[in-house]
């Protein structure tokens, strides 16, 4: 390795999936001096004194998108070089709809018109929060409040406001009316696979884990933005990043820095894409030719301009559990909207 050359050093890389390894870290007798985080855990590893902040990334900001700064910013302070952004998007297939609809309402018209024939259009695991709160946000509704320094305000919570029952409502009938049942079981995930790929539904709602599936499936599939809801608003699905961190243990901070400087070069940045199609949020290379023509690079690349970033507070944690049961509440018809989403909240919020 060049870097090992150059630097008179050695480099040993253990391969640990990203989201574990502030677990791996926490565990591990043997610390790295530097390893991967996603963005809505570097709240709680930067206020545990795990991660170093990057002094060096305020004046190479802008070599970034603004969206992948913002998910490792906090407290003033940068805690990561970003590596990726990813969010959901629309996989269509090209056979049944020459173009993706821009508008819901006319996946919803387009739904009305294939039932009949044992078909769908646009398909999801829209019970599930993370998969749901696109639409919420869309309508109006939004996790936490920002306070004046960037940081989420716990204390504010909108999963219960106009917007947000709206959502819910929106979600309600097109679940209902316009999603075969057994997606709204656990067997719904592989069964969304298995209906885009079967050539049974239009498009479908999911995110980059899924490209590499459809690739090799056979089907004539393109990759879009989310659509519109018809108060003109974007569907605003969540976007997360990874970015590389420095250990606050490590010892050899310096040289720590440099190599994560060298790995998030734009030559090694655009290998990274090409090998496992996560979009590097450097502009130099969102701006390469091979990925301003590519419709995955250009469609996360759009999404992230209409995304909310998942929050990294530690009361996020109960919005998974109260935002699951609001949603399995609305869609059965057990609450109205307005009284799960209250319901919901009042969880969040409880200490």
Same mark, same amino acid.
Request: charged share 25%.
């Given at each position: ?22 677990e ?8 790295p ?8 855990? $570097? ?16 004046? /190479? ?6 969206a ?12 990561? /070089?970003?590596r ?11 056979? +049944?709809?020459?173009?993706?609809? /821009? ?11 294939v039932?009949?024939? !044992? ?6 695991? =829209?019970?599930?929060f993370?998969f749901?709160y696109?639409?919420?946000a ?5 996790? #936490? ?6 940081s &989420?305000?716990?204390?504010?919570? !909108? ?5 947000? $029952?709206k !959502? ?7 679940a209902?009316?316009?999603l075969?049942k057994?997606l +709204? ?9 298995? +209906? &885009? ?9 999911s !995110?980059?884990?899924? =490209?590499?599936?459809?690739? %090799?499936?056979?089907i ?5 933005? =989310? ?6 608003n974007?569907?605003?699905? &969540?976007?997360?990043a ?10 050899n901070? %310096? ?23 996560e +979009? ?15 419709? #995955? ?19 996020m944690?109960k ?14 018809g ?15 919020k409880a200490?």
């Open positions: 390795m060049a870097f090992e050359k150059e630097n008179d050093c050695k480099v040993i890389v253990k391969e640990v999936d990203a989201v574990k390894q502030i791996e870290y926490s565990t591990t007798t043997e610390k001096d530097v390893f991967i985080v996603v963005s809505d855990k $570097v709240g709680d590893a930067a206020s545990n004194g795990i991660i170093e902040s990057l002094d060096y990334m305020s004046n /190479e900001k802008d070599l970034y998108a603004e992948a700064i913002n998910a490792f910013s906090l407290s003033g302070k940068i805690w990561a /070089e970003p990726s952004v990813e969010s959901l998007v629309v996989y269509y297939n090209k056979d +049944l709809i020459e173009y993706p609809f /821009e508008q819901f309402d006319d996946y919803v018209a387009y739904a009305k018109k039932e009949k024939d !044992g078909k769908y259009g646009l398909i999801g695991k =829209l019970d599930n993370y749901a696109g639409i919420l869309g309508a109006g509704g939004y996790t #936490f409040g920002i306070n004046a320094d960037g &989420f305000n716990e204390n504010d919570v !909108g999963l219960n406001n106009e917007g947000t $029952v !959502g819910l409502e929106i979600i309600k009938d097109y209902n009316n316009h075969p057994v +709204l079981t656990d067997e719904g995930w592989g069964e969304i696979d298995k +209906l &885009f790929i079967e050539g049974k539904a239009a498009a479908v709602i !995110g980059p884990w899924s =490209l590499d599936k459809y690739a %090799q499936s056979g004539n599939y393109g990759i879009a933005p =989310l659509p519109q809801l018809s108060n003109g974007f569907i605003r699905p &969540f976007y997360g990874k970015g590389y961190v420095v250990a606050k243990a490590s010892k901070k %310096q040289l720590a820095e440099k190599f994560i400087r060298t790995l998030n070069k734009p030559v090694y940045a655009m290998m990274r894409y090409v090998a496992i199609a +979009l590097p949020p450097t502009k130099e290379v969102m701006t390469n030719p091979l990925i301003v023509n590519d419709d #995955f690079a250009n469609a996360i690349a759009h999404q992230i301009e209409h995304a909310d970033l998942m929050p990294s507070i530690p009361r944690g919005v998974w559990g109260a935002m699951a049961e609001c949603l399995s509440d609305v869609i059965s057990k609450k109205d909207a307005k009284t799960a989403s209250n319901e919901a909240v009042e969880k969040i200490d």
